[in-house]
């Protein structure tokens, strides 16, 4: 027959599989963040790559309506609106205050609110 374990032999066992199971849970949630990590970096990526190319298009239908190629008057509106705002910035490096909103390029609407033109 086999002796008697005594007490603290069978605590320690106990506290070993309490740390393995805790090691081993800890393993996995150190993984699943990290993978949820790696898709949010993915995302912001994707959406920066997504702005990148909307401000190029911006840009290259700006310089399509320069060249006289194309002619829009939303595209027109927009280039005079990023002309404005250029300028303020222009003002507000300079010292000079920048303009109120009443005072800026903010249009009645259709509907008769208030909003920024675009």
Known sequence: ??????DGAIVAEM????????????????ERAAESSRRRLELRQLRKDRDHF???LGKTAQQLVLAGEIDHPA???????????EAELDRAA???PLATPEGSDYTEGASGSRSPGV
């Not at 027959?1 to 005594?6: A, G, K, L």
């Not at 506290?15 to 150190?30: D, H």
């Open 54 to 56: 909307w401000m190029r």
């Open 15 to 30: 506290l070993g599989a309490v740390v393995r199971r805790i090691v081993r849970r800890g393993r996995v949630e150190v």
């Open 75 to 85: 595209l027109r509106k927009a280039m005079e609106r990023i002309e404005a705002i």
């Open 1 to 6: 027959m086999s002796e008697p374990r005594d």
């Open 94 to 96: 300079g010292g000079a």
